[in-house]
């Protein structure tokens, strides 16, 4: 069954402390999650002095990548529903100097994105959110035309049977994941809002990225 927001934060607060670490050993089994990030980054197509909202940025292991591009002139905001979360990212922030990174505490779906927002970034985060069709959609409402939302996040292979996808479930539950997420697909609520969806499968079609552009 799929986790309650309550439950959801209760997790990441228990887990806030090694997340970073539990997150690197799936590469033992080939999961390439730093590359899978610098992936779905490099979709936002992001320039100096951009302004980004990242949901569910968790302990900010995207942080670096996006201010690659953004420079100094640009703006990140982090949103996470998880306090504990928000403290270890904040300790990225100050060990590394970013003046232009901001956090914020609280839920996605009563989440109010400035207007002045380029482009949305989520990793591994905005399916665990009941309301992920909400988000979607007021993400949409805040980006100027031709502004990106980009999405990383697990969805259920097409061509992987059914006992397979139950082990790839087993081994990421401990971020919450379970089989009842497969039935929510953001990348099909977001050719309801954007345009030029496109979807690009990873890890055997178990990881996806979806990117668009804001409709006119």
Not at 87 to 106: P, R, Y
Not at 138 to 160: C, I, N, T, Y
Not at 167 to 175: D, E, H, N, Q
């Amino acid at each position: 069954m799929a986790l309650s927001k309550n439950a959801v934060r209760d997790l990441y607060r228990e887990r806030a402390g090694s997340y970073d670490i539990t997150a690197n050993l799936y590469y033992l089994i080939g999961f390439r999650e730093a590359k899978y990030r610098k992936m779905a980054v490099s979709q936002l197509h992001l320039k100096p002095g951009d302004t980004v909202v990242e949901i569910g940025c968790g302990t900010g292991l995207n942080f670096p990548y996006i201010l690659e591009y953004l420079g100094n002139t640009g703006k990140l905001i982090g949103v996470d529903l998880t306090g504990a979360m928000l403290d270890k990212a904040q300790l990225k922030v100050e060990k590394k100097g970013w003046e232009n990174v901001h956090l914020i505490q609280g839920d996605a779906a009563k989440y109010t994105f400035p207007d002045t927002t380029n482009c949305i970034f989520s990793s591994f985060a905005l399916t665990l959110a009941p309301e992920y069709q909400n988000i979607i959609e007021a993400a949409s409402h805040s980006l100027a035309d031709g502004g990106r939302f980009v999405l990383l996040d697990f969805k259920k292979p097409e061509k992987w049977p059914l006992w397979v996808t139950k082990m790839g479930v087993a081994i990421t539950k401990p971020f919450g994941v379970t089989l009842d997420l497969a039935e929510r697909k953001p990348w099909e609520v977001m050719k309801k809002y954007f345009r030029n969806v496109t979807v690009t499968d990873l890890y055997g079609g178990f990881v996806y990225i979806a990117a668009g552009e804001k409709s006119s």
